[in-house]
């Protein structure tokens, strides 16, 4: 295969598994299967993040239109999980490989031992030649504990496992100039480091089934990527589309991996939620560093600090409108950094080499 991928996330989108009427599409689960078998069979190491729980729970039961969209939800999926699991057991046992039904909450990354653990348990599936189907935990996550969508969860998961590949597949054959629908619409086959003007052409539109949608798609996609991850958005529906990909026989989008994020700055990504301290900064700050040139956080730029931190700690910087521009690594505690806020000429309180910016796509 072409693209030399040794450790490889495939996230299935809801549409991919879905069939029109909201059923789960048996056919096309099963041709996925076999390609991922074929991945494994070519001595890849392969991790499944699979929507689809609550589709296989429409095949099964019916809910009361009494019930609000969040019971529904948890109903649905609590029952479907269960089908969907086995599918993907029976199917892949035909290819003699065994997988493992692994569900997680965005809690899951937030909390360090809950994070290890899981960790842990995917070191040890992987080692074991076992295939990690992945979901949400939808009986517990409703609201404001949910995902985005299970992109951003195969986002997280890539990053954790530092896997070399995310292959994203939906119903689109990758990400269009245009309306996807449009004839003169046509799929931006690489993205790089620059993702300046895509909300002029990603829109908000959803597919039937889906939940985040293209933007939230490209922002995990960007965000991860700059971790030093390859990720490809392709057509699920697309026979042989793992493969395809990986020859780069078929149309997709790249975007183009940074690979000179260093194991540090994949960690500091990772370590939101160990943040001791919130800096805002102000918006020439904020300019400075998204700005293309590497630039350090100087105490001229802060505004307001929160909570108390020491030299070492992981702090979150925010800009005015407390939205996360990134994090960082504090040079000095918080007691120093108070002193200095809107000071000129003080040691930086980032060091770039650091500093973590979150992706930005305007
Ligand atoms: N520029 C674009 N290129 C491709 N798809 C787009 C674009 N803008 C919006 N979309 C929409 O994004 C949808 C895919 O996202 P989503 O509905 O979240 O699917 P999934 O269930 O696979 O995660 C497409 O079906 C399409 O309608
Ligand atoms: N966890 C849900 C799917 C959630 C979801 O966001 O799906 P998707 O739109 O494919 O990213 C399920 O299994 O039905």
Known sequence: MALAYKRIVVKIGSNVLTQDNGMPDLARIQHLVAQIAALKKAGKEVIVVSSGAVASGRSLIRVSEKADAVTSRQLL?????VKLINTYSELLGQHDLICAQVLVTKEDFRDRVHYLNMKNCFGALLQNNIIPIVNENDVISVTELMFTDNDELAGLIASMLNADALLILSNVNGIYNGDPKAPNSEVIQEIGQDTTGFSSFVTTQRSQFGRGGMITKCHMAHKVAQL?????????KTENI??????????????????????????????????????????????????????????????????????????????????????????????????????KNQKPLVHYDYLFLNAEIS
């Open 77 to 81: 999926a609590s029952v479907g999980q």
């Open 228 to 236: 030093g991850i390859a990720v490809h958005i392709a057509n699920g």
């Open 242 to 343: 793992l493969s395809k990909v990986l020859n780069e026989t078929e149309i997709n989008t790249r975007f183009v991996p940074n690979k000179t994020a260093s194991g540090k700055k994949k960690w500091i990504a990772h370590s939101e939620s160990a943040a001791k301290g919130v800096v805002q900064i102000n918006a020439g700050a904020k300019t400075a560093l998204t700005a293309p040139k590497a630039t350090s956080l100087l105490p001229v730029g802060i505004v307001k600090i929160t909570g108390e931190f020491q030299k070492g700690d992981i702090i979150k910087l925010t800009d005015e409108q407390d939205k996360l521009v990134g994090q960082g690594i504090a040079e000095y505690g918080s007691d120093k950094a108070r002193e200095r806020i809107g000071q």
